[in-house]
């Protein structure tokens, strides 16, 4: 499986002859989003989901699949599938479960979207907004920087969780000194808990 990182929380994978992406939101659409064999969508959040870009991309490859919470029904115009905590489905050579957990919280009177995420071939997570209890994953995509996070946050989601391998994710609204910052500590950290940090920057893959 490849593993691209492209924008903020956008990740695309492949396997074999099938391409997903996971939350083409509005900091950066990569350019191939009508290209790919299905979209996922972990919430309704605009860093997330660009709902422009989706409806183009649907209108330029109507057979483009779109999987996302049943909150999406009011941000795009065209049908899409629902899916919520416990599903499973498949995309040609991929596996997916859904595994819902609650959005972090941002502030006390911010309302918070449902949230899922994506185990695709039981190999990568994709957690959203969120730090699920899912024990042993081969590779995580841990979000690194929000409003609605800390670094402790990411520690003990890494020492209870232990992924053999995360990705840092998460990261668009740091610029150039945060993110370096943010790569040393999740350095740090990989090394005291005994994992495998991938920094990937966007655009940078990984075969697994």
């Not at 596996?95 to 899922?116: D, F, K, M, Q, W």
């Not at 841990?142 to 946050?153: E, G, T």
């Amino acid at each position: 499986m490849k593993i691209t990182r492209r924008y903020h929380s956008c990740v695309e994978l492949s396997e074999g002859q099938t391409s997903v992406i996971i939350d083409p939101g509005s900091f950066e659409v990569p350019e191939n989003l009508a290209e790919v064999d299905a979209v996922l969508v972990t919430h309704i959040h605009p860093d997330h989901v660009d709902a422009a870009a989706l409806t183009t991309a649907r209108g330029k490859n109507p057979q483009l699949a779109v999987y996302g919470p049943a909150e999406l029904v009011g941000h795009v115009d065209f049908p899409y599938t629902t899916v919520a905590d416990g599903d499973t489905f498949e995309v040609g050579d991929l596996h997916i479960a859904v595994h819902e957990s609650a959005h972090g919280t941002v502030t006390r009177s911010t309302p918070l979207p449902e949230n899922l995420g994506f185990l695709i071939n039981g190999r990568v997570l994709h957690t959203g907004d969120s730090f699920p209890e899912l024990d042993g994953v081969e590779v995580a995509l841990v979000p690194v920087s929000a409003p609605w996070l800390k670094m402790l946050d990411v520690e003990d989601y890494l020492r209870a969780n232990r992924p053999t391998r995360f990705i840092g994710v998460h990261d668009g609204i740091d610029n150039d000194f945060g993110l370096n910052l943010r790569r040393r500590l999740l350095g740090a950290l990989a090394e005291e808990h005994a994992l495998e940090y991938l920094p990937l920057r966007p655009g940078e893959s990984v075969e697994i």
